[in-house]
């Protein structure tokens, strides 16, 4: 009988992305279409399985729009924070219903925490991370346990902590992908006005970035249009996103410029 070695199995625990492959995906994709990336990527199955994460907020409508045409199962994670405004869930569900979204995950707080760590439900005005934290950041690293890759609305006008934003990024083995990461305001307002989308109703009373009702405040003229999210704190973003950081370092190859 012969002799064979034994195989020990092993449980591969390497990342699923890493920066190389954020690298050589922004190379591939450098100067092409939003459409044309999109198509490929979601018809040639280049992300494995990919989630959208979206707020259904005054700009949501376009990535939605853009991915739904094109994959109508894709699946939406919506963090149902318990703190929306009525007029964003009604939103959530006309934008649903208009582009044929047919894979709507809503994604709520674990109650156990909200009773130990939000009795009274009033966490966000005295520690506004510590809400973020347990009514989005730890509901939303559960639900894309599952997932190689997300999809993002984030576009790099939006603030100082969002410019240079590239279309292909990784946080923690998953692959980020914003799509919008270069457009502008002038070509997102085309962009919906060009496929009759819906706009979320606090738009056109100021409500510039909407997240949940007691953090979101009314943009005022030459701010920039996330200024109107948690007014008063030294807080920009809510967790589930970090400051965009170069990939890799410095790179003479230009990959990671914002540049598309």
């Known amino acids: 009988m012969t002799d064979q070695t034994r195989i020990i199995d092993r449980i591969d625990t390497a990342p699923r992305y890493t920066e190389a492959d954020a690298i050589r995906l922004n190379n591939m994709f450098r100067g092409r279409d939003t459409v044309e990336m999109l198509e490929t ?29 094109i ?35 809503n994604v709520t707080p674990d109650l156990a925490d909200i009773a130990k ?23 939303l690293a559960k639900a894309l346990a599952p997932y190689d890759a997300q999809y993002t609305g984030r576009k790099g006008f939006q603030s100082a902590t969002r410019a240079g934003l590239p279309r292909f ?9 914003n799509p919008l990461a270069d457009w502008d305001k002038d070509r997102i307002e085309a962009y919906m006005d060009a496929h009759n989308l819906p706009r979320h109703p606090l738009v056109e009373q100021g409500y510039l970035s909407i997240g949940c009702a007691p953090c979101t405040s009314v943009v005022k003229p030459g701010e920039d249009p996330r200024s109107g999210r948690w007014r008063g704190w030294d807080k920009v973003e809510c967790g589930i996103h970090t400051e965009v950081t170069p990939i890799g370092g410095a790179d003479e190859s230009g990959a990671n410029d914002p540049v598309f």
């Open 41 to 69: 990527v979601i018809r040639e199955s280049m992300l494995g399985d990919a989630v959208i994460v979206s707020s259904f907020g005054a700009e949501s409508a376009v990535l939605l729009h853009l991915i739904g045409t």
């Open 169 to 177: 990024e990784v946080e923690e083995g998953r692959l980020k992908v």
């Open 117 to 139: 760590k939000d009795e009274t439900g009033l966490r966000w005005s005295y520690d506004p991370d510590g809400c973020c934290e347990i009514r989005k950041v730890i509901p």
């Open 71 to 105: 994959q109508p199962d894709v699946p939406v994670i919506f963090l149902e924070t318990g703190k929306h405004f009525p007029e964003t869930l009604a939103y959530r569900d006309e934008l649903v219903a208009a582009i044929g979204l047919t894979n709507l995950i």
